[in-house]
């Protein structure tokens, strides 16, 4: 899950968008997206889906997983 976090993280501050933004756009808490940044807890996957789709990516692609 650390590879989530940093990544994550990583696609907040490229978007150049706070927490507190991010959070607000997806329905919760700034604090949730602190915790999950700082892998102090886990995206379900409802919020896993939420997170892609604010990114307009795929699950795979923002959990960093690569096709074998």
Do not use: C, W
């Not at 997806?26 to 919020?47: C, H, Q, R, W």
């Amino acid at each position: 899950m650390y590879q989530f976090s940093k990544r994550l993280k990583s696609l907040r501050e490229k978007e150049g968008v706070t927490q507190r933004q991010m959070a607000k756009h997806i329905g919760m808490s700034a604090g949730t997206i602190a915790n999950l940044e700082n892998g102090y807890s886990k995206p379900s996957f409802d919020v896993l889906i939420d997170i892609a789709d604010y990114f307009e990516m795929s699950l795979d692609d923002l959990v960093g997983r690569e096709r074998r």
